[in-house]
Structures are given as structure tokens and as C-alpha cells.
């Protein structure tokens, strides 16, 4: 490609609502182009890295065994009503109405569509396996887009299903889609980790997440250097203390702590450990009759450790709260502690039901909120000041250096950008649906299923998060728009430059080598910065200079100068650094 | 690829709502599926035709200077409203409203987002010419959905818009698209005739549609095969009779014609032929105020040949009828002829503006509706009976057979089925949406665009209507989902079968060969029927006898019957009859 046949539109500066840095990059390098809330265009430049994302993927899951197809953007109500999702999504599922007045969504997912086609084609277990994938728009009515493609509104999405006879079989599809997923992710060059994750409502261990590793992520993900062990901060599990519960040492003293209604407040004040805090947590869940009005309501009181986090997740999983709880309200705490939020705890409660997670279980002389504004009791211990809890469990966020649920080390901390997910689904759409194939034995069996998806437009902006510096884009190279760009300089003036830079520029297209020739005259300064920003991995500058000695200079955009390399080694410099 | 590693799924019956012989045949191959109406999957099979399709598409549209991008399906409602569009457009434009009531719409083309991309991004002459295009996924809320992908509501269209600094420049950019396509469609392998349309209210002259010749064709296309005379029947041009208006012979004659009111009926009761008779076609235009009340309405009488018909698109050019024309009421017509419709004529009105075809300008001692029930006249002629029309124009279709206007030969009419279109636009856009660039003397100016369309899923259903047989379709050899398929017979009988089958396959990969191994283990005649109807050009039978004697059967849709081919030739034989 010549740059004076494209369209390069590069900004100095990124608008006023670009938050984060791949945000403002895109923009600034003209990769996309904002054309309302949450919606982009996508221009050349940024089309060129979704197509080669795309690419990677299709010959990935096509190895794999998953045949591609397309299924609408505009999908009829009727088969989500089936699985009940068109009433129980909320107004994130865009909804439309035709000119007959009939309902449609445009589609988030695909799951229905292709549960339904599954139901038509796939009639006998001799059909089975089948895994069918599409990459196709979808639109996702966030309530808050922002972030560029990390949280918009319409994006590109590689969503596959797998059917299959029976679990087994279904383990298999979802093995082979968590190694066709490692490939890609692989072979775009990002830093990784696949880590289980939560399965929800549905049940089952099968669930993975794909996280590309960057600072700046929204996801907490857990791991173990020394082991294979990582998962989603809502899922690493926190062990119990290896050490038994210490014995009481201290007495029960209700302690003034004025205007202190946090753990770090009061334990600043009364200059003990953080550790040594227990945080209250109140919630409820309602008991409904049959006509969804609420007939009971028990409160529950959930106990931390002043430095730990509850996990709400967790917390789901706890007996009692799995139905679904929710915070309680002011009114509700007040009538259960006769207090305020920030002096509630556990002691001299009734009809409060008290989860304590495993590290509180295990702590003595403790410090908590004494039920009396302005005050927490120290020295709190359990089964002398009060009963011991309801129930102990695992309702906390681990924290790095806690030892691995696996035994084999300890846990670190990560932020990472989910960029894949490999689900594990059962007959939950099977069943809604009733797709059915006919098994071996003659009788209709419903589909054991598994959903595999990949936010492409969104892998933009996490490699970008990952790979950036001060001067802009840093792409791996299967990513980048332009493997290579030839900036020569002066090439209105000398005719040498002229011709090297348009006989380098063929070699490298016969190549098969992805090159820009910078034709536009720009200056040097603005030509690099311009490469620089939009990040192509590597730039051959030729100039009258050099190249009267033979030389050409290269520079990878991780390389802090240039290096002189003989035309003569020119082709073969380039093509051995972009395997590298 | 391996059947056995595909989605495959043929049926044996259309279903009931296929009325035309692509939909019928898409629908039994497994191409499509429904999913409501209008609205299609794209199975495996029919993927792999669009994707070759857009293959093409893009790469003739690299070569041409069109730089590829991708716009949304949804696009705020603002810009649509910025052309007034969002307004002026019926119920085919999908509308729908976001979590906040903003609306939005389901794109079925991208003139405004394109134009406000330019605005912002192309500011300079030096930027220009600019093309761009984009693949997408279009939506028109057809009212009444049908033909499968011919006239379906969600439909994959390439939309390009050209940006030109001046008429010449934008003249140069419309005749690089106009090469683009006549590339794109000889490579897709269909019969086409680029033919001159219409270019409606935005004037001059260049619009052309691409109409891939079908019987089955919605339109038709008029060309002189003498000539490169081609144009669609709204625009080509009927001239005027060379011979002069014969003079009176008869007396104009009251003739009783009960109950005959069409000019058929007409000429058979009075046993004329029917060239000699006149159609009466009643319109109405009304004159509004500044409050679009109507203030007046003015009634028309347009004359047309008894073996003519009238041509909507000339006559709304006519000058007076060009702010736009109905049909008159009843109401209108008694009022205006004190008669009813069958039987009307220009003869003894007063207060009707008559426009007289050319044709009918040229007419002596016709007949034509008497304004009384049951009669018409005899023997009349303009001048003599009645006055000599108001006007005289161009109002009529086009007839095989007729004086080419180019004075060529003679005019012949074809069926065709559109699926492009190259379109000047002029400023329509840019002066709406105020999209301007900074021309050589400093000063803004508005883009000259023009934009360019191919229908690429309608593409589909076109070149089955053009390419089948009772068998089912047959594919150029560009747009099949598979160029060669090989079909072992007896595969799990016979190891030599097998091995040979195998080797084939991986040869011709290797080659290059799009190729599909059936190893399904169908009976042959199952096996030859599906590809048949999914209409793979090329067929290779591989038996265990034929092969002892080192022999496999070739076959090409078209053939008649299979050739034997030497093993050892069969390579270069499949090569040599693809490229053929």
C-alpha cells in the first residue's frame, strides 16, 4: 500500500472523552472515528488490524474443527422469548419493533439463533459433534459506553457453539476450543493467561476466561508462579488459616472510637494492626409467596477481615443466600442492630444470621463494631462473647502472597482485560428450546452445549493497553496494520531515494511482507511520529545520504535507535526481524 | 475440507414459500435458512459463496483506488435527519430508540455517515479524489419480503462513495467504479449488461445499473445488439415515427363498443388492429401553499398507443408533472370526462392538459374512448376532431424491435436482475450536510460524490437465477462454495479407494484447489444428486474398478456424461478445466 492511496488521519491530540490510554490512541492514530455513544467507525487503518485479528481467528477455529457461518443482527423475539431472555435481559438488549409492529432484538449473542438452527439440522447422533461459529456485529445498549472499544455499544464478536451426545463429548469440544483459543492468542502475540472462572447459575466447573494482561484492566485474576493455578478473582478460593484459632488473651471493652466508622480508621486509632479488624457487611433475602409478594425477610450479617473484601460472588454460593440476596436497607439495619452503618457487629444481635469468613472464624481478641454509635469493642472472641458464627466460609477476595488452593505456592494478583470466554453450557439452551437429536438408542436427547466467544474489536483495545508507550502504539506484528513502513526521505528531490524506496517497496510486497510506502513528503519528524503513533512494528528510512554508501537504516518500534543495514541485506534484515 | 468435517444438509423439497427458482434451490442446498421473514442464515454453504463474492469484490476495488473501512449498522439519528431523510423515508427504514429514547436507525445505506467521515477527515483539495467502501450488514424493512435473498429485509451490501474537488475529477472517479465493476462481475463469471438508468431527481446523466440477465428478471434492459446501446426500460428512449402523420381518411364515427373498455376488447369488436387505438391514462397535480394545503388541482390526459404502456419515470419529467403526479381520483375523472374510466378519450374536454406520446402524436383516424358509457370514436385525427395536443413527449416504454436511439439498429429487451449500481450524486449530500473542503484559492467547497452499490447476498440468488437446471444449480466456477468435489465410491469397502481418494484431495489442496472429499459414505446416487444441486463445477468418481485400470471419471456441471481421465493426468486435467 502507498500512503497517498489510503487514508491516514493522525491527531496530535485525543478528544475530551477518550478516558484511557488505548481509547486515546485509536483515536489519535485513526483507527476509529466516534460517530456516536459507544459507536465507531472503523476506519482503514483500524479495519486492517480487525481484519488480520480475524483472519488469525478463522484459521484457528477452522483447524479446530468449527465451521463458520452468519447469522442475522436482526433476530426475531420469538426465540428469545422461548429461553425467556428477551423478558429477563434488561434494556442492554436492544429492542425494535418492524413496520407489522412484530418484536426483534438485534443481537448481543447468538445462542437462541443457532440453538434453533441446531434443532433443524443436527437430527442424529451421527451428526454430532458439531462446533458452527460466526463473526458478526453485535450491539450491547450499555448504560454507560466509554473506553473506546473496550466498553461500546456495537462491536465484532466471534461467538461458536458446540453440540454435542453427551458430557464427555462436550468436554472434548470445550477442550479443543481452549486450545484453538490459546493458538490465537498465541499467535497474535499478547501476553495471556486462560483462568477458570466463575459458572454462575449454571453450574460446573467449565469456564474460562481469556485475559490479556495490562495494568490497566478491569479484572482482578489470581495465579500461582510456581504452579498451573489461576482463576478469576471471583473464584480463587481463599483457604482456611493453617494456624488453629488463638486463645482469648484479652477482655471485652467497649471502646470509644468517635467519628471512626472504618476498619483502617479505628485501627489507626487505637494503634492496633489492621488485621486485627473485623468488617460488618448486612444483608438480606426475601421469602416470596407465590405471587412474587414478599411474605419474610431475613437479615444476615457477613464478617470480613478489616484489609479483606467481600466477594459478592461468593457470597452467592453461601446456603441460604443462593436464592439472591440484596444490601440491606437503612430501616432493615437499624431494626436489627438499633445502630448505625459503621458501628454494627456481631455481638448482642438476635435473629441475624452471621457468615463468617473462614480467616474471621479463626481470629481472636478482635476488634468489631459494638452495635453503639461511636463505639467497637476490642478484644472480641468467640464462644465466650458470643456464640460461634452460623455459618464459616470462603466470602472473600483473596489478596497476593496467600498460599495457592493448589498447595503449590503462593498467589499473586494481575489486572487483566478479558478479551475470550469458554463456557461450558449444558442443556440449559437444549432444554429451554427443546433441541433434541436422536440418539443411538432411537430417543430424542437434548444437546449438551458449550458457547466459546472472542470480543475482536475489543482484542484492539487490550493489545493497545498492553503494548503502548509515550510516542504511541506498540503492536505485536500479526496485529499491527503495517508490518513495515519505508520512509524516505526527500524523495521529491533526489531520484536515488525515489527509486530505492519504490524498488524496496516491490521486494517487499513480492515478499509477501505487509509494507506502507510513505509517499506523501512528509518531513522526516512528522512521518516518524506518524509511525510511531500509529504503531508499526518496523521502518526502513531511506536517504540520499545512505544510500550513496549503501546503507539503509531500521528501527523496530521497541528499538531506542536505528541500525545501518547494507541494501544488499536489506530484504533479509526485514523478513528474519519480523518472524523475531 | 472433508464432508464429514462440514455442515451439510440438502432437502428434497422447497419449502412452500419459495416461490422462484433461486429461492427454491438456496433453500434445498442448504445456503440459507430462514429465520423470519426476510431474515436468513447464512449456512456453511452459502457462506462460502458470499465470501468468494466479497474476495473478489474487495480486490477489484483495491486495484481501483477504493480504500475499505466499515461503517455501523447503528447510526444515530441525527445525521439521517441532517438529509432529511430520516423523515422522508417510509416504513422500509428500520427506526429504533436506545435505553435513553435516543433514536437510532438499522442502516440500508451510509451517504450521511460516509459524508460526515469526509467532513471531518478530508479537508484539503490535496486529500482528493478519495473512495471509500465498506462490506456490511444493510436492513430495509421490505413491506412485503420474498424471493429468498433477492428482496430480502437484511441483506450484505459493498457501498462505496467517491469525494471529488470538481464535475471532471468526479467524472474520472465514476469511470474507474464503472471498470471496477465490469471486472468484478466478468470475474464472477455471469452474463451482465451494464445498462444507462435513471438518475431521478438528482439530474445529469451518469447512473448505470448492472443487470445480470435472467428470464426470471424484475426489470427489464433495452439494448441494441448493433450497437452499445443499452439502457433499463425507465430511461431508454422511444423516438419519435420517422414517417409524418398520414392525412384524415375517415370521418370521425360515435361508435357503440358495450362493455369493451380496454383497447384490446376494442380493436377485437371492431376488428382493427390494435396499433390503431389509444389508451387514455388519467393523472392529477395539485398546486399546495405555503402550509402544503391544496389550492388547486390540475387533471391530465396522457395518450399512449392501445399496444404501448405508459413509462411512470418519462412521464414524471414531462414539464408540469415533474413537482411530482397522482393518479386522478374517481371523483376526478367523472368530474373532468363525465364518464367513467374505460371509456375516456380526448375528445370534447375542456379544463385537461392532454399530453399525446410521440407515437399517438403521429396517429391518423384513430380511435380512442368516446367520454360516454359504451362508445368510442372511430376515424379521429388531431387538428380536425380535436385540437393537436398540448404536448407531445416521450412517455412510453420501449418495444423490441424499434429504431435504436443511437441510430445504431434495432432494439431488443431483455429481463435482468440489478445487482449493482454506479450512481453520480453530485452535491445532493454535501451541500445537505455542509461537507466542504478547502480548495487551491482557500476557499471551502462542497464535495462532488458519487456512490456505488453491489448487492452481495442478492448476488447469489442472481447468478442461480442466470446458472441451473432440474437438477439444481450451477455455479461459475469463482462463486462455488467448492470448485472440485471428489465422490469415493465405496470408501470403507475398498483400501484403494481410500488411499487414492485421500491422495487426491491432498493433491489438489495442495494445488490450490478449492476441493471437498465427500467421506460421508453416501450412496453414489445420493452423493452425485447433493452436488449436483449444490452445483459444484466439477465432479471426480473415484471406484475401485476404474481405478484398477487406472482411471477416474470427470464430469463438469454441464456435461452430459462423465470422461474417463488417467490417474496420472487428472491433476492437470481438473486444473485445465477450471481455468476453462
Known amino acids: 500500500m502507498k500512503a497517498s492511496q489510503f487514508l491516514i488521519s493522525t491527531l496530535k491530540e485525543a478528544p475530551a472523552d477518550a478516558e484511557i490510554v488505548s481509547h486515546k490512541l485509536m483515536m489519535r492514530a485513526g483507527l476509529i472515528k466516534r460517530l456516536g455513544a459507544g459507536i465507531y467507525n472503523y476506519m482503514p487503518m483500524g479495519l486492517r488490524v480487525i481484519r488480520k485479528v480475524e483472519a488469525i481467528i478463522r484459521e484457528e477455529m477452522g483447524r479446530a474443527g468449527s465451521i463458520e457461518m452468519l447469522m442475522p443482527v436482526v433476530q426475531p423475539a420469538e426465540l428469545w422469548q422461548e429461553t425467556g431472555r428477551f423478558d429477563k435481559m434488561g434494556p442492554e438488549l436492544l429492542r425494535v419493533k418492524d413496520r407489522h409492529g412484530r418484536d426483534f432484538i438485534i443481537q448481543p449473542t447468538s445462542e437462541e439463533v443457532i440453538t434453533d438452527v441446531a434443532r433443524q439440522e443436527l437430527r442424529s447422533y451421527k451428526q454430532l459433534p458439531k462446533n458452527l461459529y460466526h463473526i458478526q456485529t453485535k450491539f450491547r445498549d450499555e448504560r454507560r459506553p466509554r473506553f473506546g472499544l473496550m466498553r461500546g455499544r456495537e462491536f465484532t464478536m466471534k461467538d461458536a457453539y458446540s ?61 500461582c508462579p510456581t504452579s498451573s493455578y489461576a482463576a478469576n478473582i471471583e473464584l480463587a478460593e481463599a483457604l482456611a488459616p493453617s494456624a488453629p484459632r488463638g486463645a482469648a488473651s484479652q477482655a471485652l471493652t467497649l471502646t470509644p472510637t468517635p467519628g471512626k466508622s472504618t476498619c483502617a480508621d479505628v485501627a489507626d486509632l487505637l494503634g492496633l494492626p489492621l ?21 419474610g425477610t431475613q437479615i444476615w450479617l457477613l464478617l470480613v477481615r478489616g484489609d479483606h473484601e467481600l466477594n459478592e460472588v461468593k457470597a452467592g454460593k453461601v446456603k441460604g443466600l443462593k436464592g439472591g440476596f440484596r444490601f440491606a436497607t437503612a430501616g432493615e439495619i437499624d431494626g436489627a442492630f438499633g445502630c448505625k452503618p459503621g458501628y454494627l457487629g456481631p455481638i448482642g444481635i438476635k435473629g441475624v444470621k452471621i457468615v463468617a469468613d473462614r480467616t474471621v472464624a479463626a481470629m481472636s481478641d478482635f476488634v468489631c463494631g459494638a452495635n453503639q454509635l461511636d463505639h467497637h469493642y476490642t478484644g472480641a472472641n468467640w464462644g465466650r462473647d458470643l456464640p460461634e458464627p452460623d455459618l464459616v466460609a470462603d466470602i472473600r477476595n483473596v489478596v497476593a502472597g496467600e498460599p495457592s488452593p493448589d498447595g503449590q505456592g503462593v498467589l499473586a494478583i494481575q489486572r487483566g482485560i478479558e478479551v ?21 438408542d432411537g430417543k430424542p436427547r437434548h444437546f449438551e452445549m458449550g458457547c466459546y466467544g472472542i470480543g475482536v474489536t ?27 513502513v519505508i520512509c524516505p526521505i526527500g524523495m521529491d528531490r533526489s531520484e536515488l531515494v525515489r527509486e530505492q524506496a519504490l524498488k524496496l517497496y516491490e521486494e517487499l510486497k513480492a515478499a509477501g511482507v505487509d509494507v506502507l510506502l510513505d509517499d506523501r513528503g512528509e518531513r522526516p519528524g512528522a512521518m516518524f511520529a506518524d509511525w510511531e503513533l500509529v504503531g508499526v512494528p518496523l521502518r526502513v528510512v531511506l536517504g540520499d545520504r545512505g544510500l550513496k554508501e549503501g546503507l539503509a537504516e531500521v528501527q523496530g518500534r521497541r528499538d531506542a535507535q536505528a541500525s545501518n543495514v547494507a541494501l544488499a541485506e536489506l530484504l533479509a534484515q526485514v523478513q528474519a526481524r519480523l518472524k523475531a
Open 163 to 223: 453440540f454435542d451426545r453427551d458430557v464427555e463429548s462436550a468436554g472434548k469440544s470445550y477442550d479443543a476450543m481452549f486450545g484453538a483459543y490459546c493458538k490465537i492468542f498465541d499467535r497474535l502475540g499478547l501476553e495471556y493467561r486462560a483462568v477458570a472462572a466463575d459458572t454462575g447459575a449454571i453450574g460446573g466447573d467449565r469456564s474460562h476466561e481469556f485475559q490479556v494482561i495490562a495494568e490497566t484492566g478491569e479484572d482482578a485474576i489470581v495465579y
Open 275 to 295: 488485621t486485627q479488624t473485623v468488617k460488618s457487611l448486612v444483608l438480606a433475602t426475601d421469602t416470596l409467596d407465590d405471587k412474587g409478594v414478599v411474605t
Open 420 to 440: 475470550g470466554h469458554v463456557f461450558y453450557l449444558g442443556k440449559k439452551y437444549s432444554e429451554a428450546m427443546n433441541a433434541t437429536f436422536l440418539a443411538e
Open 458 to 484: 475489543r482484542l484492539l483495545g487490550a493489545a493497545i493497553e498492553q503494548g503502548h508507550d509515550e510516542r504511541g502504539i506498540i503492536w505485536p506484528v500479526s496485529m499491527a496494520p503495517f508490518e513495515v
